[in-house]
């Protein structure tokens, strides 16, 4: 059975502060996406990683993905208050496009 | 990437009761997915829509409390059936776009 865990599940930062969100993972998978989720919102896309090594970076975002561990990484540079949101991964386990998500990280970025 | 309509954004519905909810899309997209986000959870696929054939359900979800339709290649519906408080969570529509999955905007449904 996929597990995606990941951590931590609740994050309070300090705006201007950098933070790492991790997303472990435990079968091959060469597909991983990251998604925000405002409350009482829908998903918002915001990278998505199709191979070994992928870097993507979006503003004070950046997603990193790393299939031989079975890590991506989701690192916020100098956080503000508008990213206070929760982040989901997910992982694609093939075509048939059955996304196992992780539990999400809720952020508080905090002035 | 694609555009989904999903309506009913939110409902308050009686026990008992079925709801169905919809999700149009702006583009002809092969498989539709449904999604289940219980409060303050992660979300779970409820099953998969394939036009012309029977949805492919995931372990845990039954089709009589679940049913989906999928006329056409740019609608489905999911119904929720013979709802309890238990019922009571977000549910999404999802559809590959490519790259990755874009999700529709939720229907909020609490049942009383």
């Known amino acids: 059975e996929l597990k995606v865990e990941q951590n931590p599940l609740f994050l309070s930062m300090q705006e201007g502060k950098n933070y790492t969100i991790y997303c472990n993972y435990s079968?091959?998978?060469?597909?991983l996406y990251w998604y925000r989720q405002d409350p009482g919102k829908s998903l918002e896309s915001l990278f998505v990683l199709l191979s070994n090594g992928a870097v993507k970076q979006e503003g004070r975002l950046m997603a990193s993905l790393d299939t031989k561990a079975r890590l991506s990484t989701l690192h916020i540079t100098a956080a503000v208050h508008d990213l206070s949101a929760t982040y989901f991964c997910?992982?694609?386990?093939?075509?048939?496009?059955?996304?196992?998500f992780g539990k999400g990280t809720k952020l508080s970025v905090k002035p | 990437s694609a555009v989904i309509s999903q309506k009913p954004s939110r409902d308050i519905c009686q026990r008992g009761t079925s709801l169905t909810i919809q999700c149009q899309v702006d583009s002809q997209v092969t498989m539709m997915f449904w999604y289940r986000q219980q409060p303050g959870q992660s979300l779970t696929l409820i099953a998969t829509a394939n036009q012309g054939s029977e949805a492919t359900y995931e372990s845990g979800f039954v089709i009589d409390k679940f049913p989906i339709s999928r006329p056409n290649l740019t609608f489905s519906t999911l119904t929720v059936s013979n709802m309890s408080p238990e019922d009571s969570s977000i549910y999404l529509c999802?559809?590959?776009?490519?790259?990755?999955?874009?999700f529709g905007s939720g229907t909020r449904l609490t049942v009383v």
């Open positions: 997910a992982v694609d386990l093939g075509s048939q496009g059955n996304l196992i």
């Open positions: 999802s559809v590959g776009t490519g790259e990755g999955y874009t």
């Open positions: 079968t091959t998978s060469d597909r």
